[in-house]
């Protein structure tokens, strides 16, 4: 209806495919697919690892392919960048045999703009110097409502902080990120919690919203101008986190080249990204101060000339990086 009532008219648009970003891809698919109703069912089939957003990617497909039934249709997977980490960054320790016998494994996600962002980095900073594009070594926070980290090597990525479901690593809008698994424990057993409320007060009522009563980071730093000592307590623990990362993955990597800011804080907050960097220093991150505060819109380098760590925010185009993966599937 709403193509109908405002265009484009769909049968005059020249569309030669159609992209589906399906959050969840498990331990099977590590590159884009074009969509039968086997492929189709394995996505609903994995459901349990991705309750909130694999049934409705599915239902977005089956109506798109009703909509648009005789073009190709192709899944492209938000896991899939993550796929091949290496063994020691993707497995949790458990029992090998118990860990692969239930699918649990750390998958990540984020993973399209991490490879994008990751994949326009490297081009902005190698050009065609392929010796310097096969050793450079960034790290990337995608920082939006939902939040992720990664480490990628020579284009491939080493560690992300998201795990077998997205609940894992940074502090997120309204989720708490890393946490002690007991608290989980505790709260069933000493407040009576069922699982659901559990798993609804660490996803939708934790990380800023949790601490702020508010996701919006906008809010939180006018509240922090205003001198509200919660708002700069959750945001003191916000970036905590984020440099505990960046340390950590500078170490997984043995240095550092790039820090990428991107997603909708990365690219829009300029005092976090001067917090994120200022303890950082020991490693060769600064950010300088006009070039930190100018407007987004386009990949710019934010650091001063001669830093030994290049500092850049870089806009994400995770349908872009769709478009582009379908085509080059298609073609």
Do not use: W
């Not at 969840?24 to 189709?40: A, K, N, R």
């Not at 392929?130 to 926070?141: K, S």
């Amino acid at each position: 209806d709403a193509f109908t009532d405002n265009g484009p008219d769909l049968a005059e648009a020249g569309i030669v495919g159609v992209g589906h970003r399906v959050v969840m891809g498990g331990p099977d698919f590590s590159e884009p697919v074009v969509i039968t109703d086997e492929v189709l069912a394995a996505v609903d089939a994995l459901a349990p690892l991705a309750p909130l957003h694999n049934p409705a990617n599915a239902a977005a497909i089956r109506i798109a392919r009703k909509l648009l039934g005789d073009v190709p249709h192709v899944a492209v997977f938000d896991t899939a960048f993550f796929h091949d980490l290496p063994p020691a960054a993707a497995h949790y320790a458990i029992s090998p045999e118990f860990a692969a016998s239930h699918a649990i494994r750390r998958y990540g996600f984020h993973g399209i703009s991490h490879e994008y962002v990751s994949q326009t980095v490297t081009r902005h900073l190698a050009g065609d110097d392929t010796d310097t594009a096969h050793g450079l070594r960034q790290i990337v926070l995608h920082l939006g409502n939902g939040a992720s980290a990664s480490a990628v090597v020579g284009g491939r990525p080493v560690e992300t902080s998201m795990g077998l479901t997205p609940l894992e690593g940074l502090v997120m809008g309204t989720r708490s990120g890393d946490i002690d698994p007991a608290v989980s424990f505790y709260l069933q057993r000493q407040l009576g919690m069922t699982i659901d409320e559990v798993d609804h007060l660490l996803n939708y009522d934790s990380g800023l919203r949790g601490m702020t009563g508010t996701n919006d980071v906008r809010d939180i730093q006018a509240r922090i101008i205003d001198g509200d000592e919660a708002a700069r307590a959750a945001m003191d623990i916000y970036v905590h986190r984020l440099v505990k990362y960046v340390g950590g993955y500078a170490a997984v990597m043995g240095g550092l080249d790039a820090l990428c800011f991107t997603a909708g804080v990365g690219e829009n907050d300029a005092a976090l990204r001067a917090e994120v960097a200022a303890p950082l220093d020991f490693l060769g991150v600064a950010v300088d101060g006009v070039r930190n505060t100018e407007p987004a819109g386009t990949i710019r380098v934010i650091s001063p000339d001669g830093s030994p760590v290049t500092v850049l925010v870089v806009p994400t185009q995770e349908e872009l990086s769709i478009a582009r993966q379908v085509v080059d599937l298609l073609t």
